[in-house]
C-alpha cells in the first residue's frame, strides 16, 4: 500500500492476511471471502477497501512467495550446472504452487492476465526464471526451442497434478520425466525436435 496506513487500518489489513491464509489453506484459493472477513472480525467492505478482488488478496499472500523465487533463480545463475540450477528452481516453484490448492490455475491465469494483481508478481519471477533457461539453453543442456511460459504451464500442470494425489513424490517423478522431455538432443547428426 503506498500510503502509510492508521494503525487500525494496518491491524485489519495484517488480520484479514492471516485469516486468509488459514481459510486458503483450509478451503483452497476459492475460500469464501465472506468467512474471511467475519473470521477476521471485520466486514466484507473493509476486505474489499484492502483487497479490491480475490486476485488482490492472493497477491498479497503470494507477493513474498514469488519475490523469493525471483531472488533464488537470481542466486541460482551463479551455479556451475545451468541444467541443475534450472531443476532446482522448477522444483522450488511446483513445491511453492501447491500452498493452496487452486493455486496453480490462479498463477496460471495471472500470467495471462496482464491486468490481474497477480501479473506484476508473477512476471518479475517468470523474468528471472527465463534467465535460468537462458543460460541452460546456451549451456546446450536444455533445447533451445522451449520458451519460459511452455515451461511454467508444465510446472503448473505438474503442480496441479500434485494437488490430485498426495505428496510431493509426484512433483520429482514429473519433474524428471519433464527433465527428459525437455534436454538437449545430444545425439550426433540429430535434428531438434
Request: charged share 20%.
Given at each position: 500500500m503506498a500510503e502509510v496506513m492508521r494503525a487500525d487500518a494496518r491491524r485489519n489489513y495484517e488480520?484479514?492476511?492471516?485469516?486468509?491464509?488459514?481459510?486458503?489453506?483450509?478451503?483452497?484459493?476459492d475460500a469464501s471471502l465472506r468467512d474471511v472477513a467475519r473470521r477476521a472480525g471485520v466486514g466484507i467492505g473493509t476486505l474489499y477497501r484492502h483487497f479490491p478482488t480475490r486476485e488482490a488478496l492472493l497477491e498479497a499472500l503470494m507477493s513474498s512467495g514469488f519475490d523469493a523465487l525471483q531472488s533464488r533463480a537470481e542466486e541460482?545463475?551463479?551455479?556451475?550446472?545451468?541444467?541443475?540450477?534450472?531443476l532446482v528452481w522448477l522444483r522450488e516453484l511446483a513445491v511453492g504452487s501447491t500452498t493452496y490448492q487452486g493455486l496453480p490455475a490462479s498463477v496460471m491465469a495471472a500470467l495471462r492476465e496482464e491486468g490481474s494483481e497477480l501479473h506484476a508478481s508473477?512476471?518479475?519471477?517468470?523474468?528471472?526464471?527465463?534467465?535460468?533457461?537462458?543460460?541452460?539453453?546456451?549451456?546446450?543442456?536444455?533445447?533451445?526451442?522451449?520458451v519460459i511460459g511452455e515451461l511454467l504451464a508444465l510446472v503448473a500442470?505438474?503442480?496441479?497434478?500434485?494437488?490430485q494425489s498426495t505428496g510431493h513424490d509426484l512433483i520429482e517423478r514429473?519433474?524428471?520425466?519433464?527433465?527428459?522431455?525437455?534436454?538437449?538432443?545430444?545425439?550426433?547428426?540429430?535434428?531438434?525436435?
Amino acid at each position: 500500500m503506498a500510503e502509510v496506513m492508521r494503525a487500525d487500518a494496518r491491524r485489519n489489513y495484517e488480520q484479514l492476511l492471516a485469516v486468509a491464509r488459514e481459510a486458503f489453506a483450509e478451503h483452497g484459493t476459492d475460500a469464501s471471502l465472506r468467512d474471511v472477513a467475519r473470521r477476521a472480525g471485520v466486514g466484507i467492505g473493509t476486505l474489499y477497501r484492502h483487497f479490491p478482488t480475490r486476485e488482490a488478496l492472493l497477491e498479497a499472500l503470494m507477493s513474498s512467495g514469488f519475490d523469493a523465487l525471483q531472488s533464488r533463480a537470481e542466486e541460482l545463475l551463479a551455479a556451475s550446472s545451468p541444467r541443475d540450477a534450472l531443476l532446482v528452481w522448477l522444483r522450488e516453484l511446483a513445491v511453492g504452487s501447491t500452498t493452496y490448492q487452486g493455486l496453480p490455475a490462479s498463477v496460471m491465469a495471472a500470467l495471462r492476465e496482464e491486468g490481474s494483481e497477480l501479473h506484476a508478481s508473477c512476471h518479475a519471477m517468470r523474468a528471472s526464471g527465463g534467465r535460468l533457461l537462458a543460460r541452460a539453453q546456451e549451456s546446450g543442456a536444455v533445447r533451445a526451442d522451449l520458451v519460459i511460459g511452455e515451461l511454467l504451464a508444465l510446472v503448473a500442470g505438474i503442480a496441479w497434478a500434485s494437488e490430485q494425489s498426495t505428496g510431493h513424490d509426484l512433483i520429482e517423478r514429473l519433474l524428471s520425466l519433464s527433465a527428459t522431455g525437455f534436454a538437449a538432443d545430444r545425439s550426433p547428426g540429430s535434428a531438434p525436435a
